[in-house]
């Protein structure tokens, strides 16, 4: 069964700092996303990453993955407060279905 | 906006009772996925139709129920609401082939059982 491991849960950084968020997965995937997800909103798709070493880059926000360690990192670089949102990285369960497995989340606080 | 849709926006019903919630995918595709998001148990998968049949089952309770019309729209049937089934339920959409899998997530339905 596919499970999907996102660490940190909550993550306080302050404005003008680098972090990573990391997220493992259980078993073979073709398909990692990263979502964004602001308090009673929706799914909001950042990225998606297909391959082994896909490195995906939008402003301060740059996701890799590495299928053989069934990793991916989602790297805030500078962060501002406009990013605080919880992140989560969602693992697709191939075959016929497609449905996606989430990680836990991170809540991210970004402090002025 | 993603393009899928989901009705109603908030809903707040008691115990025991049985509600519908709608959602209408983005045009074309023919896949509709639910997930139920609540502080416990996370973002998980509950079911999946594709043009009209189910295709995967995951985490539903025996209480839910789902089903896909033949214009794509998906209604979700939740009966017996227990306090604990009260979470964020969102559809989400795709083309459904295996070029084009994306899927785009609606605005969610929030259901509160009291």
């Known amino acids: 069964e596919l499970k999907v491991e996102q660490n940190p849960l909550f993550l306080s950084m302050q404005e003008g700092k680098n972090y990573t968020i990391y997220c493992n997965y259980s078993t073979t995937s073709d398909r990692l996303y990263w979502y964004r997800q602001d308090p009673g909103k929706s799914l909001e798709s950042l990225f998606v990453l297909l391959s082994n070493g896909a490195v995906k880059q939008e402003g301060r926000l740059m996701a890799s993955l590495d299928t053989k360690a069934r990793l991916s990192t989602l790297h805030i670089t500078a962060a501002v407060h406009d990013l605080s949102a919880t992140y989560f990285c969602a693992v697709d369960s191939g075959g016929a279905t497609n449905k996606l497995i989430f990680g836990t989340g991170t809540l991210l606080a970004v402090q002025p | 906006d993603s393009g899928v849709t989901q009705t109603p926006k908030h809903l707040i019903t008691a115990t025991g009772q049985r509600v519908t919630l709608r959602c209408s995918p983005r045009s074309g595709d023919l896949s509709v996925y639910w997930y139920q998001q609540s502080l416990d148990q996370g973002l998980q998968f509950l079911i999946q139709y594709y043009n009209g049949e189910e295709r995967a089952k995951g985490n539903i309770l025996e209480r839910f129920s789902a089903q896909q019309f033949p214009d794509l729209h998906s209604e979700l049937n939740l009966s017996s609401l227990e306090l604990g089934d009260s979470a964020l339920y969102f559809c989400?959409?795709?083309?459904?082939?295996?070029?084009?899998?994306?899927?785009?997530f609606g605005p969610g339905t929030r259901l509160t059982v009291t």
């Open positions: 989400a959409s795709s083309p459904g082939s295996q070029f084009s899998y994306e899927q785009y």
